[in-house]
């Protein structure tokens, strides 16, 4: 078993289809990038917006969420 991985549970990213290098893709890459180029092959992925609108909009819940936290926990440091 390896439960031992940390740091690489909660990155935000996808396997490259071609090579299978992780690419790193924030929350904000997802949302407002139309493409992301993977760091190994060089392989470019295109977003699809028009396909998920609906996830998009969940995302973009999400990241106004995250940053209202964020904001939070800044304001009580
Ligand atoms: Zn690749």
């Given at each position: 078993?390896?439960?031992?991985k940390p740091s690489q549970e909660h990155k935000p990213g996808l396997a490259c289809p071609e090579?299978?290098?992780f690419i790193n893709m924030s929350i904000e890459d997802i949302l407002y990038?139309?493409?992301?180029?993977?760091?190994?092959?060089?392989?470019?992925l295109?977003?699809?917006?028009?396909?998920?609108?609906?996830?998009?909009?969940?995302?973009?819940?999400l990241d106004t969420a995250i940053k209202n936290v964020n904001h939070l926990k800044q304001k009580y440091k």
């Open positions: 078993m390896d439960t031992n090579c299978g290098f990038r139309t493409g992301i180029q993977c760091a190994s092959c060089g392989l470019q295109t977003m699809n917006r028009n396909m998920s609108n609906e996830a998009l909009q969940a995302l973009q819940n």
